[in-house]
């Protein structure tokens, strides 16, 4: 097999990591979150959601790529270069870390008591809102975010923004924590339809409001 030469560098991608943990404020900078909730981040996908470490790379540089890719929203190229790995292997390893985050997802992005038993206080203690919300579970809107698609792919995908889209729900509590994020749909997907295909598609998922009572959109 013919392979790429390896390749050199003063700095390797784990020694770069941990000079960017060690300095004050440049972990924000470079991965968007501080030092600490990168530590706590990692232990977590690795005690309770599969995240391992390989041969040449260990859990924390990992981590490290995949939030490097996200949070600067760079290529694969520029992620070669920094952590002076091939494509394949940050190919890999961001697809590895994803699968983690998404098990992780199914735990976090979801509301506290299902059921929905209690009124949030900052309804309840609102003299004028309670009468009205009280029954209000949280808010539900909609976004764009673009996709890179083959052009032979492109044309369901674009919408009333003009370039390939996915149209994404979300659901957040009062407390403005997500309990319900639904992605991949098509930006041609008018609003409505998204909502009635996620409440039919995840009806075991989505948020409903207490038994009994009506929801409004």
Known sequence: LDKNPPRIANTSGMGWLLETLRTPGECHKQLRMSTEI??????????RYGLQPS???NTYEALAIFLFICAGNESSRKSQNRFNHSGETIHRKFSEVLECLMEMAKD???PKDANFRTVHKRIRDHKRAYPHFKC???ALD??????ALHP????????KTGIPTQNIL???DFDMRFTYVSVGQP????DTSVLYNVMKVDEKFFPHPPKGERAVE
């Open 136 to 138: 209000c579970i949280g």
């Open 38 to 47: 990168f530590m706590d981040l990692h232990d977590l996908l690795v005690s």
């Open 142 to 147: 909609g976004t764009h975010v673009r996709v």
């Open 152 to 159: 032979n792919e492109q044309v369901r995908y674009i919408g």
């Open 108 to 110: 976090f992005i979801v």
């Open 170 to 172: 979300a659901i957040c």
């Open 187 to 190: 930006g041609a997907m008018h």
């Open 55 to 57: 041969m040449h790379m």
